[in-house]
Nanobody, 116 residues
Framework: QVQLVESGGGLVQPGGSLRLSCAAS????????MNWYRQAPGKERELVAA????????TYADSVKGRFTISRDNAKNTVYLQMNSLKPEDTAVYIC?????????WGQGTQVTVSS
């Protein structure tokens, strides 16, 4: 049974930083790409960043390029999202995702609020 548990969200001032973590279990972690999505109130869920199983390739939404960094530690079955230079428009619930054998699994999400 795939389980994804996010942590690290919180309230931060504009220009600040946060690091999110997603601990995974129930599948062979290193074999699968991992994704971070976000969903703001009244908006559609948006793919923020993705990383391949080996960590050798990453992709980012244009809105976060140069500010966010996705990484993973396959020994710890954990994927991270380092968020720098945060803006109020980054406020959202950040959700970890993996597709295993054609089925999407989602974490419960962690709230990130950027406000002064």
């Amino acid at each position: 049974q795939v389980q994804l548990v996010e942590s690290g969200g919180g309230l931060v001032q504009p220009g600040g930083s946060l690091r999110l973590s997603c601990a995974a279990s129930g599948f062979t972690f290193s074999r699968y790409s991992m994704n971070w999505y976000r969903q703001a109130p009244g908006k559609e869920r948006e793919l923020v960043a993705a990383i391949t199983g080996t960590g050798g390739s990453t992709t980012y939404a244009d809105s976060v390029k140069g500010r966010f960094t996705i990484s993973r530690d396959n020994a710890k079955n954990t994927v991270y999202l380092q968020m720098n230079s945060l803006k109020p428009e980054d406020t959202a619930v950040y959700i970890c995702n993996v597709r295993v054998r054609g089925l999407d699994s989602w974490g419960q999400g962690t709230q990130v609020t950027v406000s002064s």
